[in-house]
């Protein structure tokens, strides 16, 4: 299995870039992980937040391969302990699943289109956090869930 974690726009922050890079450089010794960027979407400050969420998702979906498994990482989904989410991730790798795909939104979220694609929704936290800062937690929280997986002692409850 691979994990994608797609998102829209650079990382502009470079503690944070810096950070999910020393993360995605530990996680492939573990798991094959792709970071990738999708664009910003042009013209964005002239748009709706509607319309701009409808474009966005149009890039993420133009991002997806027909059998993955879609998980948005959404304020209203699931919330989980680190050792949860290492379970989750067992779970899919153990499943056969080809590409378990995490999408980080835009500032407005998801279109409807997103959320009918989306296996499910994640919450890292019921607080709000920028989108870089996201990233950076995510990657760190798919390491952690691989050390887990090998009893290896990076987590400690």
């Keep these: 299995m691979k994990i994608f974690l797609l998102a829209i726009g650079k990382t502009q922050t470079d503690y944070l870039r810096s950070g999910i890079d020393m993360y995605m450089s530990r996680i492939v010794h573990y798991i094959p992980m792709e970071f990738k960027i999708l664009p910003d979407i042009k ?80 919450s890292l936290s019921r607080m709000t956090f920028s989108h870089e800062m996201i990233r950076l937690f995510f990657v760190e929280q798919v390491y952690r869930s691989m050390t887990i997986l090998r009893g290896e002692p990076y987590h400690h409850d």
């Design 43 to 122: 013209g964005g400050r002239g748009l709706t937040e509607e319309q701009q969420k409808e474009k966005e998702g149009a890039t993420m979906m133009s991002a997806l391969q027909p059998g993955d498994a879609v998980v948005l990482l959404d304020e209203r989904g699931r919330e989980f302990t680190s050792r949860e989410f290492a379970q989750f991730v067992e779970t899919r790798m153990n499943s056969g699943l080809k590409r378990l795909v995490f999408v980080i939104g835009g500032p407005y979220g998801f279109s409807d289109a997103m959320y009918k694609r989306a296996d499910g929704k994640i």
